[in-house]
């Protein structure tokens, strides 16, 4: 069912959400040297650092987030209904890893996300988290929708959030040698991902909600083909993209812009591209494509609604940044429209965003101008 977006956040390497969306629109990379401990020995050399992200910096953010979005919605949490969903891949694993690793055992109360949510929202008692891979915050959009629609909350906070942990540098280590230095989504030269630290939130309210509004859910398709458990399944991405039009009662044809999940990695992007074709093209569409990784890394859980929150500013400015990274197309994706090199001038009537995890979790989400 439709939904109103009311209010966004986002905090990444390259700031808030508007100093990320000009970033983004600059062509900027936030790719640095890592910061995080034991880096060298983990085969990592570089990442997407955001600012304050020691021990519960995953958790600060999300407050930070939260608290930014409902100001900006006029959301009063004492007087409504309001539920608050959190995706995440990771929690606060790497605040649990550092203090591992120090002998001090961590306040159980600091890794929760739902205290990190009534830090700033008090009157707000039910908080959700799910932990859904990389599309965990396509997952509880999703979520949110169903609610609204089932009449179970009067609005809800749609939050996400996730920081590099030693175990997930320590993953992309043993796949990457050597080490890459920055992410190329959909180039036929990448050398894999990187982690970037990550938050969003978002504030969705009813379609008939009054009040002004930065865009529309048109709806949310999910799968989980689990075929494997770390490479995608075209078939399951298709399956989502598909879902997400039926759900929405439209044509893939009528999308314009894609913010595609783009990992830079060896198989999501062949993986991403066929699934475009086979849904989007066959369709007759013919939409611009561009993808956000290679500027603020992948964000793991939190990557669904760093797009979407960069697709609400696409939709209020009619700019479209590039694909940062993106100097020669991978084969799979001849004949796609990417945006490369520089931005361009788009008022978007509908916006697809892509998001796929591990174990064959995907989400896509489908929005428009409110």
């Given amino acids: 069912m439709p939904a109103l977006v009311t209010g966004s956040a986002v905090r990444t390497c390259l700031g808030d959400g508007q100093r ?5 629109l600059s062509g900027a990379c936030g790719a640095a040297p890592l910061r995080h401990p034991g880096g060298a020995l983990l085969n990592v050399s570089h990442g997407y650092h955001a600012a304050g992200t020691a021990p519960f910096g995953a958790a600060r953010m999300l407050s930070a987030c939260v608290a930014e979005a409902v100001a900006a919605s006029g959301l009063d ?7 608050a969903l959190v995706g995440t891949g990771l929690r606060e694993l790497g605040a649990v890893e550092e203090f591992a690793l120090s002998g001090v055992r961590p306040p159980r109360s600091k890794l929760h996300f739902a205290e990190a949510v009534r830090r700033v929202l008090p009157g707000v008692t ?23 629609a089932l009449g179970d909350a009067d609005a809800v906070v ?24 920055r992410v190329r989504p959909f180039d036929r030269e990448r050398t894999g991902v990187l982690l970037g630290d990550g938050a969003a939130a978002l504030v969705v309210e009813p379609a008939d909600a009054s009040g002004p509004a930065l865009a529309r859910v048109a709806g949310t398709g999910l799968s989980c083909d689990a075929r494997h458990e770390t490479a995608p399944d075209v078939d399951g991405i298709c399956r989502a993209m598909r879902d997400a039009y039926a759900r929405a009662g439209r044509e893939p044809s009528e999308t314009d812009l894609v913010i595609a999940h783009g990992t830079g990695t060896a198989l999501n992007d062949p993986a991403e591209c066929l699934a475009l074709r086979a849904v989007v093209d066959a369709a007759g569409g013919s939409p611009l494509i561009t993808a956000v990784k ?18 609400i500013r696409c939709l209020a400015t009619g700019l479209v940044p590039p694909v940062v990274g993106l100097r020669t197309v991978l084969p799979e994706g001849a004949g796609l429209r990417f945006v490369v090199g520089d931005f361009v ?26």
């Fill in 294 to 311: 290679g500027a603020v890394g992948h964000t793991s859980g939190a990557a669904a609604l760093v797009n979407v929150d960069v697709t």
């Fill in 158 to 181: 749609v939050a996400a959030a996730d920081t590099m942990t030693r175990s997930m540098l320590a993953m992309i280590g043993r796949v990457s040698d050597p080490p890459t230095t």
């Fill in 345 to 370: 001038g788009l008022r978007p009537r509908l916006v697809q965003v892509n998001a796929f995890g591990f174990g064959g979790v995907n989400a896509v989400s489908l929005l428009e101008a409110s």
């Fill in 77 to 83: 949490t004492g007087r409504r209904r309001v539920t």
């Fill in 20 to 24: 990320t969306f000009a970033a983004l």
């Fill in 126 to 148: 039910e908080v959700i988290t799910v932990s859904n891979a990389c599309s965990a915050g396509g997952h509880v959009l999703a979520l949110a929708e169903d609610m609204l």
